[in-house]
């Protein structure tokens, strides 16, 4: 074949995704956006896996680098076909809708790996890990690339085996997925019937059964049903699992996602062209403010809050496409954190915000109108704004929060 074959496809993919990253700050619907940073995050992937098998040179289709990845086939018998490694499921057609994609790193490689060779070998999966490293949206997410219906349940200590019983019966007979989230919360005494409840189904699916015995009653089995658990190692109020269901679950660790990559995707996919630098200023910026602010319990620099900040960047961006991106995003970092931060760390904040961004200075957005109007209230209700109109901002900063934010916390001594 051609050597330069796989350069080419690279160059391709680059320019392809170049092409998406500037529709997306063209003027579009919210579904036709939503729809452009699933494409770029799926591409920004696919660039990846041919960029590490050009440098690892891989000529053979039966290479670990190729097999490794989601692969989709067309088989005339069989429809269409999802393999993975030597895993193999025939696609279940569920109906996804426009819900967003995971940013695939080398972890949810990783997992996807350890999954799918859980339901190879009729087991169900255990992905394990602090909160925040994505162990129930990999489950989700895998389940939508497999086009199946997956439910996600909160357990807790008021389970009992009669309700499980019944969730896995549904389960069953629709051969849907089921993550069952803290899974460790519920009861060591309803997690030994537990534990015969998920043997009988994973049985059943081993001799290829089309209706079994469940609970005293006779139920029809889809061999696509997978039973996945997540569980938060080391909290108060969680039970050690049982030998007998550990044993039905495969294992997955799942460590701290990598920020940095997480944050270029995304970047990428909201539009800023500069992604990868950013990125890491992004990045140093909240692994600083872990290691330097002082420890509150509102306080989250995490995944979740990473992600809501950039999404936020992205609208300001396409509020203001003309102003350069790296005050666009020290905008968005300042303007979303500092209301959260307690008096002392404000000082330390503006400190690490000024080294990261040297000599920029970026506004705040005034609102007279509304400074006026707190003034004015103030006045009439014999209200003190305090020192440097502190009072004042607070009520600029809850209005600001209002537009971004779903609901707003806020905290204070009585």
């Known amino acids: 074949g051609n050597d330069a074959g796989m350069k080419d496809c690279l160059k391709n993919q680059k320019g392809q995704l170049d092409t998406l990253i500037q529709q997306v700050l063209l003027d579009r619907t919210s579904n036709e956006r939503k729809m452009l940073v699933h494409l770029i995050t799926i591409d920004v992937h696919s660039r990846d896996i041919v960029q590490n098998m050009v440098d690892e040179k891989t000529d053979a289709v ?13 088989d005339e018998k069989r429809g269409s076909e999802v393999r993975i490694c030597d895993a193999e499921f025939i696609n279940g057609y569920e109906y996804i809708g426009l819900c967003g994609c995971l940013v695939i790193t080398k972890l949810t490689d990783r997992c996807y790996i350890t999954l799918t060779q859980a339901l190879r070998l009729k ?3 255990a992905p394990a ?4 490293t994505g162990k ?6 895998l389940a939508r690339n497999l086009g199946i219906a997956c439910y996600v349940f909160n357990c807790s ?3 009992n085996y009669l309700s499980l019983g019944q969730i896995f019966k549904g389960l069953a007979m629709s051969g849907s997925w089921g993550c069952f989230d803290e899974f ?3 009861s060591i005494e309803v997690l030994s019937v537990v534990a015969t409840q998920v043997g009988s189904i994973l049985n059943a699916l081993k001799t290829q059964k089309k209706r079994f015995r469940f609970m005293d009653e006779e139920i029809p089995i889809i061999n696509s049903v997978g039973m996945w658990i997540t569980m938060n190692p080391g909290y108060a109020g969680r039970t050690e699992l049982p ?14 996602p990598d920020l940095k990559n997480i944050c270029e995707i995304m970047l990428a996919a909201e539009g800023f062209l500069e992604a990868k630098d950013l990125a890491l200023k992004f990045v140093t910026l909240y692994r600083l403010n872990k290691e330097l602010l002082s420890p509150q319990r509102h306080y989250d620099w995490g995944l979740r809050a990473v992600k809501s900040v950039l999404y936020i960047a992205g609208s300001l961006k396409r509020g203001d496409p003309d102003t350069p991106e790296r005050n666009v995003l020290m905008r968005a970092l300042r303007d979303t954190n500092k209301a959260k931060l307690s008096k002392d760390d404000v000082y330390v904040f503006g400190g690490l915000i000024a080294a990261l961004f040297p000599k920029l200075v970026v506004d705040s957005k005034k609102k007279p109108e509304l400074e006026n109007a707190c003034h004015q209230v103030c006045k009439e209700m014999g209200n003190l704004p305090g020192e440097q109109d502190i009072f004042i901002t607070k009520c600029v900063q809850y209005e600001e929060l209002l537009h971004v934010r779903h609901s707003v916390f806020i905290l204070g001594p009585a």
């Open 62 to 74: 039966d290479s670990f680098t190729w097999q490794s990845q989601l692969r989709y086939y067309w």
């Open 123 to 125: 087991k169900g999966g």
């Open 129 to 132: 890990g602090p909160a925040g």
């Open 136 to 141: 129930t949206e990999t489950t989700k997410d």
């Open 157 to 159: 200590d008021q389970m």
């Open 184 to 186: 460790n919360r519920i």
């Open 243 to 256: 030998e007998n269901i550990k044993s039905l679950f495969r294992p997955c660790a799942m460590c701290v």
